[in-house]
T-cell receptor, first 115, second 112 residues
Framework: NAGVTQTPKFQVLKTGQSMTLQCAQDMNHNSMYWYRQDPGMGLRLIYYSASEGTTDKGEVPNGYNVSRLNKREFSLRLESAAPSQTSVYFC??????????????FGPGTRLTVT | SQQGEEDPQALSIQEGENATMNCSYKTSINNLQWYRQNSGRGLVHLILIRSNEREKHSGRLRVTLDTSKKSSSLLITASRAADTASYFCATDAPSSASKIIFGSGTRLSIRP
C-alpha cells in the first residue's frame, strides 16, 4: 500500500517548456488535490477533484491544467512554464468529497525549478 | 487568501519543554486540522477537531478550539528533537467544505 505517489521527484524546466506532474493514490479515495508550496509558506490549492469526472479551481489555478484520468490518478500540467511556477508541488487525497471533513494524505512532493 | 494564520511564525525551545502554537481564522468553520511537515517532506495529519468539540488529545498532542474567538491552539508536551518541524493549521475554505485552506505555519525547533 504505497499511499500517494508523485512523479517526478525533481524537475528543471526552461521558460516556455511544458510538463505534466503525475499523482496516483491506491487508497480508493474520492477526492484529490494539487497544492504548491513556496519557500517559508503554507500550501496553496491549485486545483482539486472532489470526485472522479469533476475538477475545480483552487486559489492559484492560472497557468495550470488538470486531468482526473480515473479514480486513482490526477495529473497537473504546466503548458508554458514560467519562473514564477518554481515551487514544490504536492498532491493529496481524501476519502470523501467534503475534503474539510477528512484528513488529507500527502505525496512526497515534486520540486520544480523553472529557469 | 489565508483563512488560518499561525502564531508565532517561529519557535525555539529546549528539549523537554512544552511547545504551544496558535491558529486564528476569519470565518465560521466545520472543522480545523493540524498538520506537521518535516523538512523536505510532505505534510502529515496530526489531529482533526470538529466545530462542536473544545479539546482533543492524541499522545503528547493537545488541541483546543474556541469558536467564539475563532482560534485554536496546538500543545506539544515534553518536546523531543524529532518534533522539530513546521506545523500548519487548516480550515474549511469559506463557503466550501470540499477543500481546506492552510495557514503559513509555525517553524518549531527543539534544542538538545
Amino acid at each position: 500500500n504505497a499511499g500517494v505517489t508523485q512523479t517526478p521527484k525533481f524537475q528543471v524546466l526552461k521558460t516556455g517548456q511544458s510538463m505534466t506532474l503525475q499523482c496516483a493514490q491506491d487508497m480508493n479515495h474520492n477526492s484529490m488535490y494539487w497544492y504548491r508550496q513556496d519557500p517559508g509558506m503554507g500550501l496553496r490549492l491549485i486545483y482539486y477533484s472532489a470526485s472522479e469526472g469533476t475538477t475545480d479551481k483552487g486559489e492559484v489555478p492560472n497557468g495550470y491544467n488538470v486531468s482526473r484520468l480515473n479514480k486513482r490518478e490526477f495529473s497537473l500540467r504546466l503548458e508554458s512554464a514560467a519562473p514564477s511556477q518554481t515551487s514544490v508541488y504536492f498532491c493529496a487525497s481524501t476519502p470523501g468529497a467534503r475534503g474539510a471533513f477528512y484528513e488529507q494524505y500527502f505525496g512526497p512532493g515534486t520540486r520544480l525549478t523553472v529557469t | 487568501s489565508q483563512q488560518g494564520e499561525e502564531d508565532p511564525q517561529a519557535l525555539s525551545i529546549q528539549e523537554g519543554e512544552n511547545a504551544t502554537m496558535n491558529c486564528s481564522y476569519k470565518t465560521s468553520i466545520n472543522n480545523l486540522q493540524w498538520y506537521r511537515q518535516n523538512s523536505g517532506r510532505g505534510l502529515v495529519h496530526l489531529i482533526l477537531i470538529r466545530s462542536n468539540e473544545r479539546e482533543k488529545h492524541s499522545g503528547r498532542l493537545r488541541v483546543t478550539l474556541d469558536t467564539s474567538k475563532k482560534s485554536s491552539s496546538l500543545l506539544i508536551t515534553a518536546s523531543r528533537a524529532a518534533d522539530t518541524a513546521s506545523y500548519f493549521c487548516a480550515t474549511d475554505a469559506p463557503s466550501s467544505a470540499s477543500k481546506i485552506i492552510f495557514g503559513s505555519g509555525t517553524r518549531l525547533s527543539i534544542r538538545p
